[in-house]
Every structure is written in C-alpha cells, then in structure tokens.
C-alpha cells in the first residue's frame, strides 16, 4: 500500500510526459538484469562509466538484445578504479554523454522490473542522472538477487550467517564464471543466478 | 559472458572456428542463453527444432525410441541435421540442469550458406567429416611443430644460377643472399643441382678446381625436394632418411626455399636426425644398442607430445630399419652381404608396427650359396635384436629359424604349396611374406619372389577367395542402430576393424599385382587401379587410420600404466568424438566386407 502511494507520488512528479511509458505496462514474463561500472562508491560524486542490461523472457536470457554503453565522465577517471574496473579514459573516449546514455537505457527498460547484485546501488546512481533530468526517481520493481538467496538459504539454515558474496552465490548454485568482471558480463551472471533461482525451491 | 569471452567460447567448438570475424560476430549477436530444467524435452520428431543448441553446461542425451545413443555435454552443439533436414528421428532430453546457447534456425542456416567451409561441415560426406574432426584434434592437441608446414617454418632464399655461371660468381650471388647453397639449374644431365659449401671446398680446395670455371659440373643431383604445403615433420624424415643438412623447397615443382635442418631442429628439441647419425656412426654392437634406446625416449617424448601416431609408427618403421641394416653389415662378413636379403614381414613389412613389436624377419639365401654359412650370424642377429628391447616372434618367424633362412629356391618351393591346397597356417604365411621389405642385402631375390607370388595366384579364383575370405571371419562390433556392440565395455579393434582391412586390401593387392606394402599406400594404388572408388577408398583409409589410433592411444596409456598389451580398448574410456568415429569406421568396414564379399564371391566358397 505504501509502495504504490509512494509510486503514485513519484508519478506525479514526472515532468516530461514522453517518459509515461515508464509507469505502463510491460511483458509480463519479462524483466532487465542491469548492472554498472562507475568511478567509485558513493553515488554523490560518483559517476557512471558503463551500463550493462539485459532482457530475460522467461527462462530465457536474450543476449541477441543487449545494451551496452560506455560513458564519458565529466573528468578523467582516477587510477585507483581504473584498476578496478580496468575501463581506462581511452576507452571512454568514444563513450556517449551521460544523459544520452540514461535516455536510451530507460527507453530499454521500459516498465519491466529491474534485477541486479546489491541493485540498490545501481538505481542510486542512476537516479542521480534521472531526477534532474525528469524530477522522478526510477519507479520501476526493484529485485535484489542476493535477497532472493538468502530468503531460500536461511529456510534450512536459520541460525546462520549466510555469504552472499557473488562469485560464492555463483558457486554455491553451480553456475558457471565469465571471464572478467564488467557490466555487461556481471549482467550476464547475475541474469543467470535470477533465473536459476526462479526454477529451484531450495539450496 | 562479454563479446571476447563468447566469441573465444565458441571458436573452441568445432567447427564455429571455421567462421570469419564478421560471421562470428554475427552469430554472437543472434544467440541467446537458455536454461532448461532436468527431463526437459527439447525437440522431438514430434516437435521440430528451432535452435542449434550449444552447452554451457549441463548435458543432454539424445534419445533414439527409448535407447539412449548419445549424451552431449560442455561446448558439444546439436542437432544441425534436425535443422538442415527440418525433422528429427530422436529426441533430446535435458540429463542435467541446462544452460545453454540457443542460435535461432535461420541465423544457423544463414551462416551455413554464407561459409562453405562451415556448411561443409555439417553436409560433407563421412570420410571428410572424419578428415575435419581429426585436423581439428591435431590443432588442439598437438604441438605447433607437428601440424607446422614447411611453409610455416623460416625457408631461406635461394640462390639460382645456370650451369655456365662462374664458382667465384655463384658464390658472391650466394654471399650477397645469405643463403647456404646454390641450386644450378638446366645442368648437362640435369635440371637441378647443388653446389653446398662442402662441394667447394671438396673441388676448390682441396682438387684445385680453378674457381672460375662454370659451376655446372661439380653441382651434386638429383638434389631431394619437399613440397610446401607438406607437413614438416616429413621434411624431418627426409633429413633423417637421406642424412642430409638442407632440403629444397618447391611449389608445384618450382623451386621457392631452402629449409635447413638447422632451422627445423630448433623447433625440434628431440633431434631425431641425432638418432639416424648416432646409428650411421655406430661402430660397435653397443653404440647401436645405445641408439635404439634414445629412439625409444623420443618416441615416448612424441607422445607425450601428442604427436599424430603414424608419423611415430613411420618414424619408427625409418629408424629401425637402419638399425636393422646396420646390424646387418656388422654381424655378416662383408662378401656374404650381397648374396643374402634381409627381409621384414607383417606389420612391419607395412610400416604400420608400434611401440616394440615383435620381429617378423626373415633371410632369403642366393641358390649358389651354402645356406648353412649365415646360420651363425642369423642367430647371433635375433639374439642382438632380442638385447635391443625387440620381443622374439611368438611363431618364431625369425632369421634364427632355419624355416625363415633357407636358400631361394626353398621359398619358391613353399610358395607353391602355400598356393595349392592351403591350410590357414599357410594363407597367414603367404600373407605375411607377401608384405615384406628389403631391410638389407640384394633387394632383386625378394622382388623375384614375390614376382613368383605373384604369377602362382593370377587368375586363381578360388584360392583368392580362400585367401579374402580371412577378411570376412570375424563380426564387425556394430549393430542395427549404429550401437556399438562390446563385452564389458571393451571392443577388440584389431578383428573388429583393422585386420579386416589389412587383409581385405592385402588381397586385392594380391590379385591386383600391387607391390606396395603398405596399406595405406595400397589403397591409392587400388584407386588408381579403378578397384577401389575414390570417396570410398577415402573413407577406408580414415576408418583404418582411427582404429591404430585408437588402439595406439589404449596401449600408450597401458604401457604408462604397466598392463599389458591386447587389441581391446575400454569404451568408457573414450570421449564423445571418438565414440563417432568410432562407429563411423565400423560402419565403413561393414561397407567393405560387402564389397569384398561380392568382388571375390565369398559366398561360393565356405
């Protein structure tokens, strides 16, 4: 109840009515697996480097339809994520302005809710491009994976901590790891943990 | 999973790294990935498919009615006949939890017909699908130097000139180019020569040839060649078998480089060639014995290299011969040299023998010759060979048996009574001698004797027969649905496949009056000969090739393990590619004992 009131009021805040279609309707058996590379943790001064997102249809991970941006950053981006993420000033040089690159992926995402590893992070930082932009925050579901996890872990093993680091998730579901890290390869993993999850009743 | 990571994905599966660039990246972009849970039913022949499936992971089995022929599993693709041929006769079924990539059928047929090579593939006849596999396994498994052509390796140039150019001229040509030798061309009676250093210094120097006069006579021909294209490895044995420091390099016949040994031994870290010189420099029965050990340790080193087993078993088959020649000349005195021949016979006859096997070996005496004079040094030749790690012939079909070592006329005796009336002792015998080669000695007594093999069996219909009919005599361990039929998982390849083969085409060499010993070598002849068609003839010699194969590999990782050696390999034991080839080469065998059944009319004798 809460929610929706909260949703009806972000509603009322959206100040471009060409971006409706983000309060519509969706496929029903449709959500995005999105994930981001940004210039460090803290989503004020902070910014995005790339987007990764990805349609999953069912059981169905549509890899033939993914979105994949590379961003400009306002400045240049510091040595200390540069290791990290291992996305170098060069690399971005072709990368897209940051609000062209917020247009397109909400044109991507529709509706659809949106699934991610520790989500609540990524929709910060997007949201620190959309509500100047359009005066909401994004309004679509939100559905953290490690949070599914742990909701079927913790019925056999009440007591105890569970680990939800990603590549121990991974594992621990037997799935298999890509390559290296980037948004658009985690995008892939964490798809890939929704869907197995989606399908098993218990750990 | 990011481009790079999928694209290099799937150019591990064969044959997806068949694709260009932009086809790959093509097909990257049509793929999705799909989960399927356990006991899911993909397609049937009641549901056709829709998408080439590949495994990430997870296996799939495919079921023909309720039997269970085939389990994919990770990096395995199916089913590309289900989506050329729009039906399927079995059914795919999810065995374990399935993630996988899905290419939708009209991007896969795209690809198919946008790549030749890629359709190729997936539509080409057995014999080349097999070719296609087994070029894959070699690219995978083996070590760069064995798959290298001699156009991969460093050619240097060559210097050319005519016969009437100057020594001191060719000489500055050769300086100038940084080559090692000079090629002469259009020479009195020749069309090539070479001039290498030594030559000159041999003339020059030492014979004071004045050093400006032409170089066309003291050129060395005919000068040895290797085409381009051909492996290096063969170039390797061609500097072994002839001892040689440098190679001619051509391309159809014209001349394109020099390869030196120099060049190719520095892939090479084994140094066979020191193996041949060690056994041509040997002077002692113990410097020779030490020589066909290190032959040993290399070949132990191929292996564990992955080098393609007939290029051992020619190595092999090149090496010891020189071992047998040179035993040869240090145990007979000098003047008996030329009044004998050293023959060896079966499998080693036809080059096909690997790892130690047993001696087949036999001498053949001049008439005007007192046999009893070699009895000494044949026994002393099996003892030695014994002491080199060769295992005695369990028929005793050796030199140190009087039956192997008697004068000609004696053999052509036996000739005729192994070609009347012949028991199954005296077919395995003519057999075995009909493959035999010259190791050494006078080479004419053994052409004459089969040359008398030869005239015994001509027009002899039945006795042909007789002797095909050793082909037939076993069942192939194949059965109605392709299923392989073994007893305790284990399959004997040697009467299930090989030796069908080998007497099968021994026959038709026989009745075809083919000298060649080796099977291999027999079947181009056959095909040449119209006997044999070529697609077909192409698929026997793979399906031949697979089971040594396939034995090879059981008995290597036997002897790593100490059993012993028999012809049964453990079906368990082999991956999924094997498997089909596997069956693919019975089925050939199948194929041909048809066809001998028909061209010798077995079924007129019993």
Redesign the interface.
Known sequence: MLKRLLNHLNHKKLNDERYEFLFGDYPEDEVIVFDTETTGLNPKKDEILSIGALKIKG??????EKFELFVKPSCDINEESIKIHQIRNIDLQNGCEPLDAIVQFLHFIGARPVVGYYIEFDVKMINKYIKPLLGITLPNRQIEVSGIYHDKKIKFIPEGTIDLRFDVIMKDL???I???H?A??DA?MT??MY??LQ?ISKI | MSMYDLEAFLRSIHPFQLLSKQEIGKAIGAMNIAYYKKDTTLFSPQSSAEFLYIIIKGEVGEYYEDELIKVYSKGNSFDADALIYGKSDDSFVVLEELICYELKKVDFLTLLDSNASFKAYFIQDLANKIQSAKQKEYTTELSGFMMARVQDSYLHEPTIVEKECSIMDALRQMEHKKSSCIIVQNGDDYTHGIVTDSVVRRHVLFNEYDKNAAIGPIALHPIITIEVDDYLFNALLSFTKHSIKRIVVTRKGEIVGILEQLDLLSYFANHTYLVAVQIRKAETIDELKQASFDLINIIKKLHAKGTKVDYIAKLISEINEKIYEKLYHMIVPKELWHKACLIVMGSEGRKEQMLKTDQDNALIIDDDMDASVYEPYMKRFTEVLIDFGFPPCEGNIMVSNAYWCKPMREYKKEITRWCDMPSMEDVMNLAIFFDALCVAGEAKMLAELKASIFERTRGQDVFMANFAKAAVAFETPIGMFTNLIANNNKIDVKKGGIFPIVQGIRSLSLQQGIEETDTVSRIKELIHKGILDEDFAGALAEAFDTLLNLRLKDRLARSASGTAFDNLIDITALNQLELELLKDSFKIVNKFKKFLSHHFKLSMVS
Not at chain 1, 59 to 64: E, M, R
Request: glycine letters at 10%; zero cysteines; aromatic letters at 4%.
């Open positions: 059981n169905k991970i549509l890899t033939s037997g799935l298999p890509f390559g290296k980037d658009l390869n892939v798809a890939m869907i197995k399908n």
